[in-house]
């Protein structure tokens, strides 16, 4: 066929309508919009087309028979250039669902990607705390990097305060038991609160609170600082301090406790894997044990080699010979008071 003016006319037709559908494929590509919105909008753009398609006199020319528009070539049925717009519209509307619900899909992965990482930050956080709460944090840092802490300590303040009369309170028919649990949990939190102070957070640890009632301590495991021996003192007169304001505030109880501290050599370690237990051992340990079990309510019962040690700063009073057990009888004295 020879080709005509005419027919060059009609293939601009179908030039522009590839140039249509590749323009409204890209705009779906960077228009962040809602796919409902793009719909609107593409439709908005095919009916404001369509007149032009239909009412232009080059492109109307294609509709009409070769011999009566001077094609050699066929020209376009009526409905072919709607048809046409239908169906890249019904494309193009595929196209921008697949899209939204693909970018939907993403966004509700990530969020529940972020959710989990939050959720994985808040139990390793949970954990963590867990860990330095049962775990002083020097001893956790070697576990992490270890895996198993054991160490000796030549100069180590070991102290015992004891709630005596925890029994005489304890009435397992008041809500089972749960109560008095309640109330002495309150005592030994506020003796933990203690050791949120500077100068008892640096020198003194926690080791646990045996037995239920028996608070336990130690100073000198982590600085080897002599002065952490009067920190120690200082600590066991704050708790009594505490144990007053407590007996005045809470109704109905009437706590005493007895308090006993030795000064020496120990070894510390954790022991278990699956719930890891920090303590410390040896014979000073069992001395300032027997201090507390032998000792006298509200006095702070040590032996001459504590008061040679802390004599500069404290007052004590002698007791007399004490029996105390695997030791025979033993010269104990009382930490009185502080020299002024």
């Known amino acids: 066929f020879e080709v005509t003016s005419a027919d060059l006319d009609c293939s601009s037709v179908d030039l522009l309508m590839f140039l249509y ?25 095919v009916s404001c087309l369509s007149p032009v398609v239909w009412l232009h006199p080059t492109f109307n020319s294609c509709y009409s ?13 009526i409905w072919d250039i709607p048809v046409s717009l239908f169906l890249s519209l019904k494309l193009i509307c595929m196209v921008i669902r697949t899209f939204e619900l693909r ?16 959720l994985h930050r808040k139990l390793r956080d949970q954990a963590y705390w867990l860990l330095e709460n049962l775990i002083p944090s020097h001893v956790l840092t070697e576990l992490k990097n270890s895996g198993s802490y054991h ?10 305060a004891s709630v005596i009369n925890f029994q005489d309170f304890f009435d397992a028919k008041w809500k089972h038991g749960h109560e ?3 109330i ?22 926690k080791i646990k609170t045996a037995l239920g009632c028996t608070y336990m301590a130690a100073s000198g495991l982590v600085h080897e600082d002599p002065d952490h021996v009067f920190v120690m003192m200082e600590f066991l007169f704050d708790i009594k301090k505490v144990l007053d304001l407590f007996n005045r505030n809470t109704m109905g109880f009437e706590f005493q406790m ?25 014979d000073t340990v069992n001395i300032a044990s027997r201090m507390m079990t032998t000792g006298v309510v509200g006095k702070v019962q040590v032996l001459k080699e504590t008061v040679d ?5 404290y007052h004590s009073e002698k007791r007399g010979k004490v029996y105390v057990k695997g030791k025979g009888e033993i010269e104990t004295f009382f930490v009185t008071n502080p020299k002024l």
């Open 180 to 182: 008095s649990i309640r």
């Open 309 to 313: 040690v802390i004599g500069t700063r």
């Open 65 to 77: 028979p070769p011999e009566k528009a001077g094609r050699t070539r066929p020209g376009y049925q």
């Open 103 to 118: 970018i939907r899909l993403n966004f509700s992965s990530s969020i529940d990607a972020e959710q989990d990482q939050q």
């Open 21 to 45: 559908l590749a323009a409204f494929l890209h705009g779906i590509n960077f228009l962040q919009i809602l796919g409902l919105m793009k719909i609107l909008l593409l439709l908005g753009i």
């Open 184 to 205: 002495l949990n309150e005592l030994i939190s506020d003796i933990d609160e203690l050791l949120n102070i500077e100068k008892y957070s640096k020198h003194i640890e």
């Open 258 to 282: 007895k308090y006993g501290c030795h000064i020496g050599p120990v070894a510390s370690g954790v022991i278990g894997q699956s719930a890891p237990m920090f303590d410390i051992w040896g």
């Open 151 to 160: 160490r000796d300590h030549k100069n180590v303040a070991v102290c015992f």
